[in-house]
């Protein structure tokens, strides 16, 4: 039987490998579709600030804004599954054709105010959670867009004026309830609504007023017609193996840091809306309120198709999920 010599570089072998894994420095790339003045960029650079804080400066994200690394929100699904962007800041209703959930929080009229949204992203945070967990991703937090209004060079705020307006969408629910209403409406990314509307290939914009300011939209629009239409979501996501590799402590940390940004990203509703029609006035923005409830209803109207195909994609999930959104409204 050969016996094996107890040398002092073994014994220092055998000592390293009975320690618990040590964090070790790492380094991310974010990617996200927004400008670096919107809500969400400024939201990911807060959860970029706060980790490097927690961690001593040992972990560390770039973030890569404006879509410097060609990725729309709809590609950055797959990227970060992949492993292509270790983790993105991604506008999530884009994502519908991959699970209905993922529209949910764009169903028109849904929600009334943030603390409503709020309310309902936890409720449907675990079917999130689910089906990028299926893909090899993490949710590490979400945050809301302010709510989406129409941007025109007229006041939007009837019927008649949205007839035959090409208007861009977003998703399936924007393209069913503003054909309802009679617009001509154009399903678009972000980084192809600017150069739309650059060629006339549209006439009109829904998005928040955030999302319209970031992009200095008053230079080819005149007028922002608020209706509350809807308070999406934007997800930081992770690759699940990135994630997986982490050590314990990483892991507390980037927890501690995606809270500390998800608070403020939800926190920034409050005086944002105020701050963007302020600054798109200094502009010669012309900010329509105060819309007809006659208005609002018949785009409620339009909007009802909306909700019955998102219910009828998602199955039962969609009861669940309503069931517990209306209880907690009821308390």
Not at 6 to 30: E, I, K, R
Not at 111 to 133: G, H, M, N, S
Request: glycine share 6%; proline share 5%; charged share 20%.
């Amino acid at each position: 039987m050969t016996r094996l010599l107890a040398t002092p570089a073994l014994a220092a072998l055998l000592a390293a490998a009975a320690l618990p894994a040590l964090a070790q420095s790492t380094s991310w790339d974010l990617a996200n579709e927004y400008p670096p003045n919107s809500v969400h960029a400024q939201s990911a650079d807060t959860f970029i600030a706060a980790l490097e804080r927690v961690s001593g400066g040992d972990m560390e994200i770039t973030a890569h804004h404006g879509a410097a690394l060609g990725y729309k929100s709809i590609d950055q699904y797959d990227a970060v599954s992949d492993g292509a962007l270790d983790l993105a800041s991604s506008f999530v209703t884009p994502w519908s054709g991959i699970d209905p959930v993922f529209i949910l929080s764009s169903i028109p009229f849904l929600v009334k105010t943030p603390e409503e949204e709020r309310a309902l992203y936890e409720i449907a945070r675990p079917y999130y959670e689910k089906v990028l967990e299926a893909d090899g991703q993490v949710l590490l937090f979400a945050t809301p867009w302010p709510p989406s209004g129409l941007w025109g060079n007229k006041p939007l705020d009837s019927m008649e004026a949205l007839a035959g307006t090409k208007l861009r969408t977003y998703d399936a629910n924007g393209t069913i309830t503003f054909a309802g209403a009679g617009a001509t409406p154009v399903q678009l990314s972000w980084a192809d609504t600017v150069p739309q509307l650059s060629t006339g290939a549209i006439d009109a914009v829904l998005t928040s007023a955030d999302g319209g300011a970031a992009a200095q939209l008053w230079e080819q629009q005149s007028h922002f017609t608020q209706v509350d239409y809807a308070m999406p979501l934007q997800f930081v996501h992770m690759n699940a193996w990135v994630y997986d590799e982490l050590t314990d402590e990483q892991k507390a940390w980037v927890a501690e840091a995606a809270k500390e940004a998800e608070d403020f990203g939800w926190g920034l509703l409050a005086d944002r809306v105020a701050q963007n029609y302020a600054e798109m006035e200094e502009h010669g923005m012309t900010i329509v309120t105060g819309v007809s409830e006659d208005y609002l209803a018949a785009l409620s109207a339009a909007a009802e198709p909306a909700l019955a195909s998102w219910k009828e994609k998602m199955g039962p999930d969609a009861d669940e999920i309503l069931a517990a959104f209306e209880a907690w409204k009821a308390q």
